[in-house]
């Protein structure tokens, strides 16, 4: 008989990228994101792929919340370009930010030799009770930041729904 590993949450991830969300590139992205967020326990509802605009963004994790998946990612849009516009969309959803944990994403993929992670302008923060968090786009800056943040995930999730007191 298997028994079921427990489930740390629900989760969506938002890939922001105007490649591929125009059919010019092929999203390499969301699969490698939902692989480490079920490989950490996570049921990842689904992947939905947005322009690097704002409004698109902001709806994609105002879907999200309203759907009320415990976690949501989104991937790319943090660096400095005029187009990197996720941190500007994801303040205006947050109820509170959590800068400790963008600030570990931020030192952990800068102390890797992932460039895009330490110059990220990323945010991670609560709405409502989901948490919310901006990744870089690069697949090693993906692989360190989610390795330094579903520990911390999943606790924040627990203290949310009251299994950690």
């Known amino acids: 008989m298997e028994i079921d590993a427990p489930v740390a949450g629900r989760a969506l991830v938002v890939i922001v990228d105007d490649r591929i969300a125009h059919g010019d590139s092929n999203n390499n992205v969301?699969?490698?994101v939902t692989e480490l967020?079920?490989?950490a326990g996570f049921l990842v509802d689904a992947t939905v792929v947005v322009s690097a605009d704002e409004i698109?963004?902001?709806n994609a994790l105002n879907t999200a919340v309203i759907g009320g998946v415990d976690l949501v990612i989104?991937?790319?849009?943090?660096?400095?370009?005029?187009?990197?516009?996720t941190p500007d969309a994801?303040?205006?959803?947050?109820?509170r930010e959590l800068p400790g944990?963008?600030?570990?994403?931020?030192s952990s993929g800068l102390a890797a030799g992932a460039l895009d992670a330490g110059l990220s302008r990323g945010l991670?923060?609560?709405s409502g009770s989901t948490l919310v968090v901006n990744l870089a786009a690069s697949r090693a800056a993906i692989r360190d930041g989610m390795a330094t943040l579903t520990p911390l995930a999943t606790h924040v999730i627990g203290e949310l729904s009251g299994l950690l007191e």
């Open 56 to 58: 698109e963004i902001r």
């Open 74 to 85: 989104s991937v790319g849009g943090t660096g400095v370009s005029p187009r990197d516009v």
């Open 124 to 126: 991670v923060g609560l």
């Open 90 to 95: 994801t303040a205006d959803v947050l109820d």
């Open 30 to 32: 969301g699969p490698v």
């Open 37 to 39: 967020l079920n490989e």
């Open 101 to 106: 944990i963008s600030e570990a994403i931020r």
